[in-house]
């Protein structure tokens, strides 16, 4: 690697996915060195992060609410950010990283391909990465893997593609309680419908994978759809956090389509909801040859997510500076796992 190990590293946000990336960098000593943490909640600051992890051992890493002054004193390389998923609520977060001349992997789904949702805000912090020579990066498992660089990843090998359809499958049950709520489990349908048409409920992210994808590909959409419905429980499901009954939402079923000369060349099915069966990820190409690749169960998106956040430190610290994706990186790969 040209850069210089370990890796110093300041985690932003501390929530469930945050705390995990914390988690999984602390196993990767000595390739990493935890030195800071940023948290606005009260009942964190002030505190060693080892109380949240409920490590044994004190790790000298206090929460702080002042980012600021975690940045000047951490000296960081690497932010990994986790707070929120919309990016005008967090871009003023994101620049405080890049001028205090961190480069930074965050989770906020529009980031990972805001170019055509919020075109000026992508404009502005590739113009702040630049000037602070770091990079900014949007990733997690999706937006910034299950269904856009694997699917990428699975046309290299065809001579010619005609048209993707990626479909993922999600037990929303199996994972942390922000995501149930996230996904309407446990509302009415009327809820559910209510809150659709905020715009701000759902999957975050869907359309910018479809962007991503098209991009990676040198296509470009005449138009791009998306809709959103409910998956209502066929029976009595009770997860540790909350309980769906028969007849309540049970999760959500997303779909956008890409539209290129006149037909659906790209779709993408997502089905995220409590007591969900046959979990999976799959990708169909259309080219030649065909492709047709299922990961089996699925990918468990609270660890991948966080393992994705740590794992494209080392390709990020080695990157252009700027405003950059996934398609932008050399293939992406875990590191520091050990050997057999």
Known sequence: MPFPLPIRVVQFGLGPIGLGTVRLSLTKAPLVNFVG???????????????LIDLDEPTDVVVSADAERVLAD????????????FLPD????????????????????????PFDRHTDLALRLDKTAKEAGCVLLGTGVNPGFAMDTLALAATVPCAHVQAIHVERVVDAGQRREPLQRKVGAGMTEDAFRRRATTGTFGHIGLVESLRMLAFGLGWTPDSVFEQLNPVLSDR?????????????????????????????????????????VDARDSVVVDGDPPIDLVVRGGIFGDTATCALLVNMAPLVMDAKPGLRTMIDLPVPRAFGTGTL
């Open 74 to 85: 951490a000296n960081a390389d690497v932010v990994l950010h986790t707070t929120g998923s």
């Open 90 to 113: 967090v871009a003023d977060q994101l620049e405080v990283c890049l001028r205090a001349g961190a480069h930074v992997i965050s989770s906020a789904e529009e980031l990972s391909f």
């Open 37 to 51: 943490a940023i948290d606005i909640d009260p009942a964190k600051a002030g505190h060693d992060l080892a109380e």
């Open 236 to 276: 009595d499901v009770t997860t540790p956090f909350l309980t769906v009954r028969e007849g309540e939402v049970a999760g959500i079923h997303q779909r956008a389509k890409g539209v290129f000369g006149g037909k659906t060349a790209i779709t993408l099915d997502l089905k995220m909801y409590v007591g969900a």
